[in-house]
Nanobody
């Protein structure tokens, strides 16, 4: 089983940086798709970034491209989300997620952008960006 714990959230001013971490106390991430989602007050949960498998090209929602970077640390069995040039609209609870990487033979580029791909979720960590 996979158990996920996020850390690294906090409050920063616009333009600042934060790095979120997601530790997996269960199985290795290497065989799982991993992702970050976020949910702002009054808004639905939205996709942020994904690493479909170790070594795969990551994917990002357009609004964070060039500012956020998802990465894997296989030795530590950890997934990170480096966030720079933060904006107030980035304020949300951020969740890491993992799911068995078992796509169909042919799939669209946004296949791993859906929360339906993920079976395990962390508790979330708050990120607040002030103006």
């Amino acid at each position: 089983q996979v158990q996920l714990v996020e850390s690294g959230g906090g409050s920063v001013q616009a333009g600042g940086s934060l790095t979120l971490s997601c530790a997996n106390s269960g199985r290795t991430f290497s065989t799982y798709a991993v992702a970050w989602f976020r949910q702002a007050p009054g808004k639905e949960r939205e996709f942020v970034a994904t690493s479909p498998w170790s070594g795969a090209k990551p994917g990002y929602i357009d609004s964070v491209k060039g500012r956020f970077t998802i990465s894997r640390d296989n030795a530590k069995n950890t997934v990170n989300l480096q966030m720079s040039y933060l904006k107030p609209e980035d304020t949300a609870v951020y969740y890491c997620a993992a799911g068995l990487s078992r796509p169909p033979k042919y799939y669209a580029d946004n296949y791993y952008y859906s929360d339906e791909r993920y079976d395990y979720w962390g508790q979330g960590t708050q990120v607040t960006v002030s103006s």
